[in-house]
């Protein structure tokens, strides 16, 4: 079984401050990793995926993250933090091949403030 | 990716009533998932709907409350019947594209659902 692990449901920094959002991960294969974003009153958009290829990941907005295997985790960073980064954000973790079913953990909620 | 839109994208309704979603995506896709996303919560998944056979629903959900319809390979509906407050969350569709092992599911807008 998968299932994943935020740590912090709620995470508040300033502008240009760093943004550390923490996952972990439980999967008993390699598993595929994903972080999406929730904007107010709006669905998921994807800002990065890991997929065994390079342990770190860039997307979109200035974010990434990095896979790191012994640690189990794949948490989300971005240097400076901007106004517009408020919003839930959700890890989630597939393990590939016929298991198209994606486990999310329960959210953090980044507040940036000026 | 893929570009999902849904209808309506909000509603307000009385108990005991039904209300049918629409996913419409903009390219063919096999899979198709229908989750639901209550107030405060994560995301959990209800079912997974492959054109040309029956929907596969996930553990607490059943087809007689959460009946899907998957008539071609860039359409789904989702119905939720006889409705009660606890129903009142928001219902995302979602597509898997890529392959090779890349496979990501993208998320359309959402259905913002409260009953009274």
């Known amino acids: 079984a998968q299932s994943v692990t935020q740590l912090g449901s709620h995470v508040s920094v300033s502008e240009g401050a760093l943004v550390l959002l923490r996952c972990n991960y439980s999967?008993?294969?390699?598993?595929?990793l994903f972080w999406y974003v929730q904007y107010p009153n709006q669905g998921l958009q994807l800002l990065l995926k890991?997929?065994?290829?390079?342990?770190l990941v860039k997307g979109i907005n200035g974010f990434e993250a990095e896979f790191k295997k012994s640690e189990t985790s794949f948490h989300l960073t971005k240097p400076s933090a901007h106004m517009s980064d408020a919003a839930e954000y959700f890890c989630?973790?597939?393990?590939?091949?016929?298991?198209?079913?994606?486990?999310f953990g329960k959210g953090t909620l980044l507040t940036v403030n000026p | 990716s893929a570009v999902i839109s849904q209808k309506p994208s909000r509603d307000i309704c009385q108990r005991g009533t039904s209300l049918t979603i629409q996913c419409q995506v903009d390219?063919?896709?096999?899979?198709m998932f229908w989750y639901r996303q209550q107030p405060g919560q994560s995301l959990t998944l209800i079912a997974t709907?492959?054109?040309?056979?029956?929907?596969?629903?996930e553990s607490g959900f059943v087809i007689d409350k959460f009946p899907i319809s998957r008539p071609n390979l860039t359409f789904s509906t989702l119905t939720v019947s006889n409705m009660s407050p606890e129903d009142s969350s928001i219902y995302l569709c979602?597509?898997?594209?890529?392959?090779?092992?890349?496979?990501?599911?993208?998320f359309g807008p959402g259905t913002r659902l409260l009953v009274l």
């Open positions: 989630s973790v597939r393990t590939g091949g016929s298991n198209y079913k994606l486990t």
């Open positions: 999967s008993s294969v390699p598993p595929y």
């Open positions: 890991y997929t065994s290829a390079a342990t």
């Open positions: 390219s063919q896709v096999t899979m």
């Open positions: 709907a492959n054109q040309g056979s029956e929907a596969t629903y």
């Open positions: 979602s597509v898997d594209k890529g392959g090779g092992g890349g496979e990501t599911q993208y």
